[in-house]
């Protein structure tokens, strides 16, 4: 039997990346004052509202897959306002779109992803492209998953350059990589609003259910040990080296990942100001 043709796209968007705001909240994303509908979206979304922010700060979160970028992110994001900017959840909010709905670029993305190879830079920083309005935004950012090659890297940079937007610093979080692959084999994801989980670090308070929304919980299909792998090597050949680019741009903060993540975040938050004393 033929297979049906997909039903014409109602889209709201422009290019490749824009999802339609109808799907994310049949999705069930929880509304919160973390809006990041321009970016999850695409930038015919616009935001509800501008997060509050305490200091203004403009991060790129570093480290390899599985450091806890992301669980850092969001606490950074409830002591700082700024806004958690992550590419990662811009492709899986894509992937639970159906077929029909994700655009060929979007799909050969997806495929990358899958098999926990990087998706290639200029996929990727065309959708950074076009949400730079987010890195305009007076709420400020944490990027977390971006820039991810030294390809990117200058991209970025000269996006902001060309903007005249300063970052603040890169953080790059460093860990053992046999608790990295701990940390990664545990890892839970509300399928509604992403809030990330451990199944022992970080367990929900009914198992399998999200604390914040009642989500069901699942694990990532690049979570699996063959796909952790290359998303190590990955790591080790193409984003390793952005710890240099940073360094030599004098923004990089080293911080150790170990111990709980409120400790870390604690960490990263001094860090910061020390950061922010030294050059003021
Ligand atoms: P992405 O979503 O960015 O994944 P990643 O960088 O591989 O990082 P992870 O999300 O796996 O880990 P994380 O560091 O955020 O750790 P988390 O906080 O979840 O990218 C996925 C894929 O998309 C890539 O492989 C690539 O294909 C593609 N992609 C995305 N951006 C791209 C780009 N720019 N260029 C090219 N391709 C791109 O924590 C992990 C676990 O540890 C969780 O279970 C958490 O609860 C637990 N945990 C966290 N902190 C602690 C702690 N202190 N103690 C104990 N457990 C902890």
């Known amino acids: 039997m033929a297979?049906?043709?997909?039903?014409?796209?109602s889209r709201i968007g422009v290019a490749n990346f824009t999802l339609d705001r109808a799907v994310v909240v049949i999705d069930g994303m929880t509304p919160s004052p973390h809006d990041r509908s321009a970016w999850l979206q695409g930038p015919a979304s616009p935001c509800d509202s501008v997060p509050r922010v305490n200091q203004p700060r403009r991060l790129v979160l570093l480290g390899a897959?599985?450091?806890?970028?992301?669980?850092?992110?969001?606490?950074?994001?409830?002591?700082l306002g700024a806004c958690h900017l992550s590419t990662g959840d811009v492709f899986r909010a894509a992937g639970s779109l159906s077929e029909c709905e994700q655009?060929?670029?979007?799909?050969?993305?997806?495929?990358?992803m899958r098999r926990g190879e990087l998706v290639p830079d200029a996929i990727v920083c065309e959708m950074v492209r076009e949400r730079s309005e987010c890195l305009h935004c007076r709420g400020c950012f944490i990027l977390?998953?971006?820039?991810?090659t030294l390809g990117q890297a200058e991209s970025l940079k000269e996006l902001l350059d060309g903007e005249g937007v300063m970052l603040t610093a890169a953080v790059n979080y460093?860990?053992?990589?046999?608790?990295?692959?701990?940390?990664?084999?545990?890892r839970r994801t509300c399928e509604k609003c992403r809030t990330v989980y451990h199944v022992t670090e970080r367990a929900p308070k009914v198992?399998?259910?999200?604390d914040r929304c009642d989500g069901k919980l699942f694990q990532r299909e690049d979570d699996r040990p063959e796909s952790i792998r290359v998303r190590l090597e990955a790591y080790d050949r193409s984003t390793a080296p952005l710890i240099k680019f940073y360094r030599d741009l004098g923004l990089l903060v080293h911080i150790t990942a170990t111990g709980s993540a409120d400790e870390i975040c604690a960490r990263t938050i001094s860090a910061l100001a020390v950061r922010a004393i030294r050059s003021a």
């Open 207 to 210: 198992a399998d259910r999200c």
């Open 65 to 79: 897959p599985g450091v806890g970028k992301g669980t850092q992110a969001d606490l950074l994001h409830r002591v």
């Open 3 to 9: 297979d049906k043709p997909c039903p014409p796209r």
């Open 174 to 186: 460093d860990l053992a990589t046999s608790e990295i692959v701990a940390r990664l084999a545990g």
């Open 144 to 148: 977390d998953g971006f820039p991810r």
């Open 103 to 112: 655009s060929p670029a979007m799909k050969q993305a997806l495929g990358y």
